[in-house]
């Protein structure tokens, strides 16, 4: 038995090691064809999933923001153009900015970052840099909204001058959005919210045309979380927005400002707005509205000209007696009582206490009598209600002008089928009440009385341009043909000229033009019985010179205080300050000038750079000024100041033609501070060159080409 069992032992043994090796092989088997079916199913099915994923890790589409179009003023002045800021941040970390050159450099450049901020110490910088290394920081913010001039002037430093990939130089560019005027024509302007694409004015109106189309580019990530460009087929150019020509005159613009705001401040009120309008063309020249703060000071925040619309009063009775000439035909030489009246259960009385007597529906107009206006229209249109109301609509003041700014304020004239009209509602809709406009709209009324009868509309824009290419312009548009017959309309402006001769608004009157012109008074609050005060909106409206109309104005101040409350005594010096001074800069000398010549007609003949000076003086034998020749001055003197030459150096220099680097050296040099937009060379600068400046003025440039 003991030989059976050695016998038979070794082939067990064989047979449990074969086992063992087939059971390795069938797993390896097994093994294998799960990484094939693995493989075959990564390759064939999951592959292009996996390739994309890869591509979205280490490749993007990065969007190229376009630039922002520019808007400019009737004389080509910038009104608001989108200027490049930088954030300039640092990478410190050694495996950039290796050891050698950080520490053989940082003196150097602590030194001119001291030089060029020095409102921190060389040895401060250096222990900020330092500390940010030691932490080993990756974006260390440098500088926030540093301009181009000084972010180029940093590239230049010793560590920064290596690159992002050396020196760990990193440049955010970002944009914003800059009036160059501070808050002129601001609310007209605007602003636009990209974000949440909201906004208010001509930058809402035309965020299409300002915005551009925004490009891409594929960028590849590279060591350190850095992304490259990487060029192919598929990246798209930015294309910038095209700019925008307003009829905006910065010189009318800022007179129309100044005299509100002075009236504002004089009558403690609440708020107020002036719009001037060329009368052939309904281009708007300025528009200004201003309101109280809770600090006492006014500011533009509300379009009141454009968007409030509000019972006008007395400025009214011009399409009332439109309404009423028409109709009877009669003569303004009818006789009708002043004073007070009463039409059904309530009275209406005159401003002036016991009113004139029985006067003419010409001095009735003159005076501004509430009962004459309303007691002739009732007469002519009390039994024919409706028929008052379409004359109104005939004059189209039922409906929006279709400005471009949103936000127009709706017109209201009530019918006789309004719920709400009674026995009294056409003699208080004759003068005003009952009954509500914006003061653009009523403007346009009386601009359409100064052209003739014909209704333009209110026109913001000029031209749209695509660089030097203009790509849209806009033409006077006419609302409506003839608001009145020919006859009708000689007679009330007749009774618009007597209103300045003879009437409230005499203080406008003057030995050097016409003017015509109705004021108004509304009471805010007069439907409110038992209010403690009385709320009064002052205005006048009205277009010169009369014999040859220009330009029409309208002045609206709400709630004045200091005991003024009429429309001649409030708003009439506004008007007047801003027609004066309109007359006397564009219109003298037999109204030669039709539209204001553009800024880039050229600099001063009486400005020019100093070597020029210096050779003119030569030749006409006077002393040499010895100026240094590459700065620009500006003389003063001549025909009013004979034998006299005053060289006056604080002179913007002119520097369209030249590239950035000079440009801004030679501004600089002149310590103003430069804004930079576009690439290539200076093609418009603002303020323009040959006016005075003064040290640290901000200065616009455009470059193009």
Known sequence: MGKDKKHTAPSDKRTGFSRKVYLVYAFLLVFAVAVVFRMSRVIFVEGRGLLEKSDRQSLRYQKTPAVRGNIYSADNSLLAVSVPYFDVRLDLHPDVVCNDTF??????????????????????????????????????????????????????????????YKGGFIVEEKERRVRPHGLLASRTIGYYNQESATGVGLEQ??????????????????????????????????????????????????????????????????????VLMEVKTGKVVSIANLRKEENGTYHESMNYAVGEAVEPGSTFKLASTIAILEDSHCS?????????????????????????????????????????????????????????????????LHKPLGVEIAGEGVPYIKDPSDKTWSGVSLPWM???????????????????????????????VNEIR??????????????????????TLEKVKTMLEGVVENGTATNLKNDLYKVAAKTGTAQINYGKRGS??????????????????????IVMITNPQKNRIYGGAVAGPVFKEIADKVYATLMKGGLQTESLPPAEAGAPASAGYAADISTVFAHIGLRDPKLEPTSFVK?????????????MKEVMPDVRGLGLRDAVYLLEKNGLKVQVSGKGKVKRQEPEAGRTCAKGQQVFLELAG
């Open 103 to 164: 520490n053989q450099n940082l003196r150097p450049l602590c030194d001119s970052l001291h030089k060029m901020y020095p409102e921190r110490s060389s040895a401060g910088y250096r222990q900020m840099l330092e500390k940010a290394r030691k932490e080993r920081k990756r974006n260390f913010l440098l500088r926030r909204n540093a301009t181009y001039s000084e972010m180029s002037r940093l590239r230049t430093f010793p560590i920064f001058n290596k690159g992002q």
């Open 205 to 274: 109106a035309y965020q299409k045309e300002l915005c551009g189309i925004d490009g891409r580019r594929l960028e590849q990530k590279v060591s350190n979380g850095v992304w490259r460009p990487v060029y192919n087929s598929d990246a798209v150019q930015a294309e910038n927005g095209k700019d925008l020509f307003t009829t905006i005159d910065i010189r009318i613009q800022d007179v129309a400002e100044s005299a509100l705001k002075d009236c504002m401040e004089i009558n403690e009120a609440e708020h107020g707005c002036v």
């Open 332 to 396: 303004p030489s009818i006789i009708v009582p002043t004073g007070k009246m009463q039409f059904y259960n309530r009275w209406m009385r005159d401003s002036h206490k016991g009113g004139w007597g029985n006067v003419s529906l010409q001095e009735a107009f003159e005076k501004s009598s509430n009962v004459g206006i309303s007691y002739l229209a009732n007469e002519v249109f009390h039994k024919k209600q409706a028929r008052f109301v379409e004359y109104f609509k005939k004059m189209r």
């Open 430 to 460: 004759s003068i005003g009440y009952e009954l509500k406009l914006t003061p653009l709209q009523i403007l346009t009324l009386y601009n359409a009385v100064a052209n003739d009868g014909k209704m333009m509309k209110p026109l913001f």
């Open 466 to 487: 695509q660089g030097d290419e203009v790509v849209k312009k806009f033409e006077p548009q006419v609302l409506v043909d003839r608001i009145c017959s020919k006859e």
């Open 532 to 553: 403690e005060k009385m709320t009064y909106r002052a205005s006048v409206a009205g277009y010169f010179p009369a014999d040859n109309p220009r330009y029409s104005c």
């Open 635 to 647: 003389l003063r003197g001549g025909a009013n100041r004979p034998g006299e030459i005053v060289l």
